[in-house]
């Protein structure tokens, strides 16, 4: 391979977000960047659509019904596969890519068990080329310029980074496949939720704002408080409010929910000795520092899967020293999303008297809403921001005391997702 010589690739998937990756490689392919090899689904009538759409027999594109049946007749012929599938899936795609030598795009995230992790992590030592994890917002240049000075001591020490997002998803949501809201799927660990899967992009973000070690640093975490709720007929959890030290001393505040109506909302903080970060990946970033002066600009890369797909090829191809975010940089997000299940230690369901519905009664899209009040998650969302105060702390009526956890009970997540998984079947609301 060289610099002139297109990426050759192959998706795994045609339906879903296999989509977004599908028509993000044809935009790379049309620059010359790559080639698409092969792509593969397991349900015909999805190939056949996605198929006539994006010309692929005039691609010269080959499909297949499995990914390993495109493995083994395509990977001596490929450079990269990308795997936005199914998230039980990814660890053993993982793997089969990685054992016949091909580099992998994997979407976020790569998993939410530490444990499968590791595994992962092993196999990865056996890689040609390290595996770029798709956590999207990281390659924004603003977001890394705003790192950088940081970084250099121009706003003082880090104090502490927040997230907060409301995120209003209806009903249908959740029956959109069949892992979505599961806490454990066959005996394995499956850990669906709000802040490991939609919000997954910004919960990273807030790590690698809080990494100090360097711009391609991510945070961990030491000690983690949570309490989680459920509004939703889920398994897992649709909303958390959680609060966590990075091992560097940082505070780290989060505030996210599914369960909620309206226009979504969303935002990343900052705080510093003398100045603040307000970043918004949808439109703007502003800076305010302590002697009353103020900077603000956009943010503005529109076409973000394109540009992370771009720079990995540019990795693999000999061009880029890394992949924005590898396997080993996604630990943190992974343990944070764990130690935040165990430090709550249940998923508080909130009564049927304290829940609001909008939308037609009983539709797939309707929307399921904490609090009888419209404006209760956002007034404990900006409170959890403000001063980190838990909405036990505030004394709301559906919320409920969580925990704590430390790094040392990472070990006791399979049994604390059981016991969760179980309570959640006895209450006669989940099949």
């Not at 998803?169 to 496949?177: E, I, L, Q, V």
């Not at 603040?276 to 990946?281: A, E, K, L, P, V």
């Amino acid at each position: 391979m060289t610099g002139s010589t297109p990426i050759r690739v192959a998706i795994i998937g045609m339906g879903g977000f296999a989509r977004s990756h599908h028509h993000a490689v044809r935009e790379l392919e049309q620059q010359g960047v790559c080639r698409l090899i092969a792509t593969c689904d397991p349900q015909p009538e999805v190939a056949a659509v996605l198929g006539v759409d994006l010309d692929l027999a005039g691609r010269g594109v080959s499909v297949y019904d499995s990914y390993l049946e495109l493995l083994d007749e395509c990977a001596d012929a490929l450079d990269v596969v990308t795997i936005p599938a199914p998230l039980p899936l990814h660890a053993e795609m993982h793997a089969a890519c990685v054992e016949r030598g091909v580099a992998v795009y994997l979407e976020k995230p790569p998993t939410l068990d530490i444990a499968e992790l590791e595994r992962m992590l092993a196999a990865e030592t056996r890689a040609r080329k390290l595996t770029n994890v798709g956590f999207n917002y990281i390659i924004e240049e603003p977001r890394r310029r705003l790192k950088q000075r940081m970084l250099s001591g121009e706003f003082g020490a880090l104090k502490r980074v927040c997230f907060s997002g409301l995120w209003p998803r209806p009903t249908s949501y959740f029956a959109r496949t069949y892992w979505a809201g599961k806490l454990m799927l066959d005996g394995r660990l499956v850990l669906d939720s709000c802040m490991g899967n939609a919000m997954a992009h910004y919960v990273h973000n807030v790590l690698h704002w809080a990494g100090l070690g360097g711009m391609d640093c991510w945070a961990k975490v030491r000690h983690v408080e949570a309490e989680l709720y459920r509004a939703h007929s889920i398994e897992s959890f649709d909303t958390v409010f959680a609060k966590a030290t990075t091992t560097d001393g940082v505070e780290l505040r989060f505030a996210l929910s599914h369960a909620c109506a309206g226009e979504e909302k969303q935002g990343e903080l900052v705080v510093c000795e003398r100045a603040t970060i307000s970043y918004d990946t949808r439109s703007e970033w502003r800076l305010r520092h302590s002697d009353g002066s103020a900077e603000r600009g956009p943010v503005d890369v529109p076409a973000l899967l394109e540009a992370n797909l771009a720079a990995y090829f540019a990795y693999v191809g000999g061009q880029a020293e890394r992949p924005i975010t590898t396997l080993e940089d996604s630990r943190p997000f992974v343990e944070l999303c764990d130690l935040t299940l165990i430090a709550a230690g249940q998923i508080q369901t909130v009564a049927e008297a304290l829940v609001g519905r909008v939308g037609e009664p009983g539709s797939a899209q309707e929307y399921v809403v904490i609090g009888p009040r419209p404006d209760e998650l956002d007034r404990a969302a900006e409170a959890m921001v403000a001063d980190g105060a838990l909405p036990s702390e505030r004394g709301f009526a559906w919320a409920a005391a969580g925990g704590q956890a430390t790094r040392a009970d990472l070990r006791r997540l399979p049994s604390v997702v059981a016991r969760m998984a179980g309570s959640a079947g006895t209450q006669g609301k989940w099949p």
